[in-house]
């Protein structure tokens, strides 16, 4: 399964450099993060070397290298949200999974992350989990949002 | 069944394929080639059944789907309406429809039924069967879902409510009031007809000059001339020339794009075709940010419908000229919203800005003439040249012509999607508009322009809304995002956010940006912990000059901008934070303590409850009290306590 999607991202873009961002969104939309193997194949076959691979792929804040749990938690730290005290939010969901972001809890069951709006700024502070955007939150409602998952 | 897109006959013969010019006009007011009173009469029953008109007994109920309202609820709403609308038997009657944002977020879910123009607020599942029996079928609309205002005041009226009487809608128009996956809806509207009339009636040069003369300036902060950059990239001889759309919204608090391609997602494109036909190009990107994925989504769509229409790709209504548009998603990086980092981006490299010279008009996109503009920019454009250049240039002040559409957000009672002419001034747009301050605080400051903006005191809200008066006041036009600060934000903490931001942003190619930001950051953080000393102001001062003065692109240039005005404003604040060590916003962390005062404590436990680290110890009914080497000092305990027997100090 998951070599059916790198086979037909290869297919789409052999050759293309420029295309080396969509291909990396395709896979990482695929697979939750981009791994190093599949980074190997996709440089070869787009004809652009690895580190530069390894360059955009650390560039961009989308882009992971690690594997994510199953549910990624986003808080959003945008300037909205940090007015209605989005920080507080941040601590409170660090502290009650004890990862920093970017990082899994050990039972891979939540990736920790932070994002600069998502443009839900009239419903700040706001908190994506996976594609659902929860806004209005205080500190106890985010907790409460875990459970959900 | 046929609709509205369809041919009334076989003697209509437009396709992609087979295209006729009077495609888009033949829809509303056709058909054209032939004489037929039983197909006019087609025509107008399809165009009746997008919009009825005042008057008939057909209604339209539209829900909103903005990104705001769907998280609130309302994306299952048109199924359960639909339900509803059914069992009541009143399918013949009311259609409903979900919209993109209606502007007034803060109130969502929000759904507004047409055509008498009644908006409902904060609507729930269960609301529907009130909404449906009372008003859609009892005539009587549902009083306690309307607009209230704090006095208690009820507005049944969208037009009504104070915080549209004061606007001026003319880009977001149809934002909201139409289905924006539905190219058809965009057409029975008026849409396309400008492209029309620029494809057949139009040159690429007499368009340049439309755009010229209405004055209209770039929507994306810099408010360049538009009609200049497109004229400057027609000059250029080449045989290919690219058009690009920056959706890519970065400013963290910045909503009017994406509530642009979520709500009318054809203006966008039409503007881009205009554009490529006026300068010479016959492919476009959107350049959309990765964080947006139901504008992706509704912008896909759009482009596949115009394809399919043949409003897009070869020989467009048979005029020989030809566009096509891909969509190019971000991967989050704020800096790749400066033009030449997008470029390199679409490239497939990471997004570092180029020096400007040559100017992207000449070298741009895959080393081509390329004319780069802001989402709300190509949506003017449509507009500029159906209403005319004349009609533009009479909205706005001498320098700054046409409306701009503001992100409303932070302490502010409505906040939501604002669009007003240039000229009004900031004090109408927090107070008129966004109903001034929540909970009876009092109003600090508003930000304007994001991380490249400033922070404007009270005394300055009569400022009007123009490119200079508010490059003036140190700030910038920015975007369009406005948040709005009360007594409770710490205005040090503040620039201390935007720097961290821009220090986390800047995409290390230039010393100044990259280190600048840093060391203002090292400064700002001292500060904020209560170790800074009086020097560190100057000292912040003049960083802030050098990183201005010598960075490479827009980002480090602007980088400095959120500091020295909160610098230039609200010194004292800065002072009481170096000099008393306080911070009387209580923002600031490490300068809080929390007590809880005896003889206020009834002990009912809500503070305890909240702690997150269970700092807080005492028996039911008997004064607690905090213990201050396990407290984290986030204030839970502060906020919730409805007996005011938690201090700050
Ligand atoms: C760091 C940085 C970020 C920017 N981000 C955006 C953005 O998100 N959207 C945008 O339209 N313009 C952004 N701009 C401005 C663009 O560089 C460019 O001026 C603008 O898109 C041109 O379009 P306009 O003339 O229609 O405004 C940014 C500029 C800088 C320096
Ligand atoms: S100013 Fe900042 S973002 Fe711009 S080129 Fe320099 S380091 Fe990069
Ligand atoms: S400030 Fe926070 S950590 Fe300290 S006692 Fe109050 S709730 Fe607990
Ligand atoms: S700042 Fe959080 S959604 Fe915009
Ligand atoms: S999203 Fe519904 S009003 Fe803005």
């Not at chain 2, 205009?274 to 010479?280: F, L, R, S, V």
């Not at chain 2, 008997?622 to 407290?631: A, L, N, R, S």
């Amino acid at each position: 399964m998951g070599e059916a999607i790198l086979e037909e991202v290869v297919r789409s873009y052999r050759g293309r450099p420029e295309k080396l961002i969509a291909a990396l969104l395709a896979l990482q939309r695929h697979y939750g993060y981009l791994p190093e193997p599949a980074l190997r194949t996709l440089a070869q076959e787009l004809g652009v070397p690895l580190s530069k691979v390894y360059g955009v792929a650390t560039f961009y804040a989308q882009f992971r290298l690690k594997p994510r749990g199953r549910h990624t938690v986003c808080v959003c730290l945008g300037t909205a949200c940090h007015v209605r005290g989005s920080e507080q939010i941040f601590h409170a969901l660090k502290r009650e999974l004890g990862v920093e972001p970017g990082d899994t809890t050990a039972d891979g069951r939540f990736t920790l992350e932070v994002v600069s709006c998502v443009g839900a700024c009239s419903m700040a502070p706001v908190v994506v989990v996976d594609e659902e955007t929860h806004g209005r939150l205080d500190p106890e409602k985010a907790l409460a949002l875990l459970k959900k998952y | 069944m046929r609709s509205f897109m369809d041919r009334c006959c076989s003697r209509c013969t437009h396709s992609p394929q087979t295209p006729c010019k009077d495609y888009v006009l033949c829809r509303r007011d056709g058909p054209f080639c032939h004489d037929d009173p039983e197909c006019r009469r087609l025509r107008q029953k399809w165009l009746n059944s997008h919009f009825p008109p005042v008057g008939s007994n057909r209604r339209r109920l539209l829900v909103c789907g903005g990104l705001t309202c769907g998280a609130a609820g309302s994306f299952s709403l048109p199924e359960i309406f639909q339900e509803a609308i059914k069992k009541a038997g009143l399918e013949e009657q009311v259609t409903v429809t979900l919209v993109g944002c209606l502007g007034l977020c803060e109130e969502g879910p929000l759904a507004l039924v047409m055509p008498e123009g009644i908006l409902y607020c904060r609507l729930k599942p269960e609301d529907v069967p009130a909404v449906v029996e009372e008003h859609l079928k009892g005539g009587k609309p549902v009083e306690r879902l309307l607009f209230r205002d704090e006095a208690g005041k009820v507005y049944p009226l969208l037009s009504e409510i104070p915080f549209y009487r004061k606007q001026q809608r003319v880009v977001l128009e149809r934002c909201g009031y139409i289905n924006p996956e539905d190219i058809a809806e965009y057409i029975a509207a008026g849409g396309y007809r400008a492209l029309t009339s620029v494809l057949f009636s139009l040159s690429p040069e007499e368009v340049i000059e439309e755009i010229k003369k209405s004055g209209l300036r770039g929507r994306g902060g810099a408010g360049f001339p538009t009609g200049k950059k497109w004229e400057a990239a027609r000059r250029v001889p080449s045989s290919k020339r690219y058009v690009i759309c920056n959706a890519d919204e970065g400013d963290p608090g910045a909503f009017m794009d994406r509530a642009l391609l979520e709500g009318d997602p054809h203006a966008v494109i039409e503007g881009m075709i205009i554009c490529g036909y006026a300068i010479g190009s016959d492919e476009g990107y959107v350049y959309v940010r990765a964080e947006y994925p139901l504008a992706v989504k509704r912008l896909r769509i759009a482009i596949e419908q115009a394809y399919a229409a043949g409003l897009l790709g070869e020989n467009i209504l048979g005029s020989g000229f030809t566009f096509h548009l891909h969509i190019n998603e971000g991967a989050g990086a704020f800096v790749c919203g400066e033009s030449t980092a997008l470029m390199a981006s679409i490239e497939g490299n990471r997004g570092i800005p180029r020096i400007k010279v040559p100017r992207s008009t000449e070298k741009g996109l895959f080393g081509k003439p390329t004319v780069l503009n802001n989402v709300e920019t190509f949506a003017n454009v449509p507009l500029i040249i159906l209403r005319g250049s004349q009609w533009f240039a009479n909205i706005g002040t001498k320098g700054s012509k046409g409306t701009k559409i503001f992100a409303l957000s932070g302490k502010v009672k409505h906040t939501g999607l604002v669009e007003v002419p240039m000229g009004t001034t900031l004090k109408e747009l927090i107070f008129d508009i966004g109903g001034g301050i929540k909970g009876g605080k009092r109003f600090k400051a508003l930000q304007i322009g994001g991380p490249s903006g400033g922070c404007i005191p009270e005394d300055m809200l009569d400022l009007p809304i123009d490119y200079e008066s508010l490059t003036g006041a140190g700030a910038m036009m920015g975007s369009g995002s406005v948040v709005v600060m009360d007594e409770d934000n710490c205005m040090v903490n503040t620039a201390r956010f935007f720097l961290s931001f821009t220090e986390r942003e800047s995409c290390g190619k230039c010393t100044p940006c990259r280190e600048g930001t840093k060391q203002m950051l090292n400064i700002l953080e001292r500060i904020t912990r209560g170790e800074g000393s009086p020097s560190d102001l100057s000292l912040l001062e003049f960083l802030g000059q050098v990183v201005k003065a010598t960075s490479f692109c827009g980002l480090g240039t602007s980088a400095p901008n959120p500091v020295l005005t909160t610098l230039r404003f609200f010194r004292s604040e800065y002072l009481q934070h170096v000099m008393e060590k306080r911070c009387a916003a209580g923002e600031c962390v490490a300068l809080r303590r929390f007590v809880i005062l005896v003889d206020k404590c009834i002990g009912c436990g809500a503070c305890a409850y909240v702690c997150p680290v269970k700092a807080i110890k005492g028996e039911k009914k008997k004064p607690h009290h905090i213990d201050e080497k396990v407290c984290v000092k986030c204030g839970r305990c502060f906020e919730i306590c409805r007996f005011q027997a938690v201090k700050r100090l």
